[in-house]
């Protein structure tokens, strides 16, 4: 039961640390891009703060899943 409980801190930290990472990501993009770039008519951070970001962070997800992530047996074993 142990192993179980330290991989479940484990996992927890790696996702708080991850929507952290998000966090920050888009409030970087959001404030420190001038607002007067523009790409293809839309503002720089709009475009980085809610179509690239997201993205990249599904991406990040789906591989922290794959790789940080272990599959547990959660039924008691006798």
């Known amino acids: ?3 179980i409980v330290s991989i479940a801190r484990r996992e927890a930290l790696l996702s708080v640390l991850l929507a952290l990472l998000y966090l920050a990501a888009w409030a970087a993009c ?3 891009v001038p607002p ?4 293809a008519g ?3 951070w ?3 703060s809610c179509l690239f970001n997201p993205l990249l962070f599904i991406v990040l997800c789906a591989l922290m899943v794959r790789w940080c992530f272990r599959a547990i047996n959660l039924e008691a074993t006798s």
């Open 1 to 3: 039961m142990n192993s």
């Open 30 to 32: 959001a404030w420190l």
């Open 36 to 39: 007067a770039l523009t790409l």
């Open 42 to 44: 839309w503002p720089l």
């Open 46 to 48: 709009f475009l980085l």
